[in-house]
C-alpha cells in the first residue's frame, strides 16, 4: 500500500506568502526563522544580566595592574602597547638567522641564474645550418657575399620548432625575473646588514652629503675608531 500512496500525484503545499498590504516589511518570517531569531535575542539577553550582575556585585576597593596599564577609548578597551619582550642578544640572534636564510636565497639564485646564463649561451653559439649560394660568374658572387656579410650569421633559432623557440622564450623571461629577484634580495641583504651594524657597540654617525666621497641616496655612517686592547 506504501508503494501504490506514492505512486498518486500529491498536492504541492505553498508556503504562505506575506499579505499584500504587508509587502512593504519584506518576506513573511516562517517559524524555524523566528527560532533562530528568538534564540540569538535570548542569548544576549542573557549576557547582559551576567554582566550587570557582576557589576553589582564588583568590589569597589578591588585594584590590579592593568587598571592603569590600559585605557578606554571611544567605548573599547585598549591595552597599552607592550614593549619588546626580547633582549638584545635574542634580537641580534634572530637578526642573524633572517640574514642567513637571505643569504642562502641570494646564492641560490645565483646558481640558477648562472646555469641559466649557460645554457641560453650554448644555444646562441650552435652553429646553423650551412647556407650554399649559387652564382653564375664573379661579380655575382661578389654582390652575394657583399649582402650576406652586411647581414651577418642567419640566427640560430631560424630554423628551429615553434615549441622550442617558445621555450626558449620562456627561459629568457625566466632569466630576467630572476635577475630581479636577485637584485631585491641584494637591497634586503644590504639594509638587514646594516640594521645589525647598527645594534652592535660602538659609536657612530651619520655622515653628511658634503662629507660623502660619492654622494648616493642612501645613508652612510662612520665608526668611530676604537683601540683594540
Known sequence: MSSLRNIIPRKAHKERAQPHSRRKFGLLEKHKDHVIRARAYHQKEQTLMKLKEKTALRNPDEFYFKMIKTKTVGGVHKPEIQANKYTNEELMLMKTQDIGYI??????????????????????????????????????????????????????????????????????????????????????????????????????????????????????YKWRQERKR
Open 103 to 220: 643569504l642562502q636565497k641570494l646564492q641560490t639564485e645565483k646558481k640558477k641564474i648562472e646555469r641559466l646564463n649557460g645554457m641560453l649561451h650554448s644555444l646562441d653559439n650552435q652553429s646553423s645550418s650551412k647556407h650554399v649560394y649559387y652564382a653564375d660568374n664573379r661579380e655575382e658572387a661578389r654582390e652575394v657575399r657583399k649582402k650576406v656579410s652586411e647581414q651577418g650569421n642567419p640566427s640560430a633559432f631560424k630554423d628551429l620548432p615553434k615549441v622550442i623557440l617558445r621555450k626558449i622564450d620562456s627561459l629568457y623571461r625566466e632569466l630576467e625575473a630572476r635577475k630581479k629577484r636577485l637584485k631585491d634580495l641584494e637591497k634586503i641583504y644590504t639594509d638587514m646588514s646594516m640594521q645589525k651594524e647598527l645594534h652592535k657597540r660602538g659609536k657612530k654617525r651619520k655622515l653628511r652629503e658634503d662629507e660623502m666621497v660619492s654622494p648616493s641616496s642612501r645613508l652612510v
